[in-house]
């Protein structure tokens, strides 16, 4: 929780003393939308994430054993998952998106986020300890940034930080579920087996959920801001 404070007073002083803003643009009211906004970002992300759980499934044939479910370490896991998202979005979407919003237009902006965001992942996953593989690099990089830029699409289309912080949230949670990541990880299924499929197909699959899951974002956030425009 001190790194987001300390994140809070930096995204205050950037936006104070270059936009003589506060952080308030990061669009946190009103609440009663806010929090709809966050539950239907979570809801969309968790379950487009489950469908990409059952794709993999059916690809790769993959076997699940079902572990004892503990819900206290679900709860502890969701809630670990919302404060490293939420770490992510302040710094990735929060004051310097918003500035560069204003400074170069939206496009470029979420480009430029995105990127950025990326190239981040490459040190979170550790892909520096080791052999370097430029394929996987590359992948990484398309999709991370992909997902980053509909989830900077979302915050420029809301106006808040709010919906993007929960489709991280729950991507990052179902992704838990199923599939082991640090400190939380296969939380209620757990990978028996899988069939390794030819690289070329496996290659188009994995470009194809790339940029699919974060198209599906960008038109439904697209379609239901229209939607509110109209109401």
Known sequence: MLGILLILLLSWALLHFIAEKNLMV????PVPLRLLQFVL?????????LIAVMTDTLVYSIQWQQVIINPN?????????????LTED????G?????????????????????????????SYGMFNGEVKIIALIYVLLLTGLIGASWAYTYHKTQSIIMPLGMHTGSNFAMS????????????????????????IN????????????LLVVVIVNH???????T
């Open 224 to 230: 239901s801001t229209k939607f509110e425009d109209k």
């Open 90 to 93: 302040l710094v990735f979407r």
């Open 73 to 85: 370490a679900l709860f502890q896991s969701f809630w670990y998952y919302l404060k490293s998202a």
């Open 177 to 200: 579920l199923f599939f082991q990541n640090n400190p939380y990880g296969e939380m209620i299924f757990s990978q028996v087996s899988r069939v390794e499929i030819n690289e070329w």
């Open 26 to 29: 990061l669009g946190p009211t």
């Open 95 to 123: 004051a310097i998106l918003y500035l560069l919003i204003r400074k170069l237009g939206a496009i470029k902006a979420i480009v430029i986020s995105s990127i950025i965001f990326g190239v981040y992942h490459w040190f």
């Open 41 to 49: 970002g979570f809801v969309l992300l968790f379950v487009l994430s």
């Open 203 to 214: 290659l188009f699959y994995l470009l194809t959920k790339a940029v699919l899951l974060p």
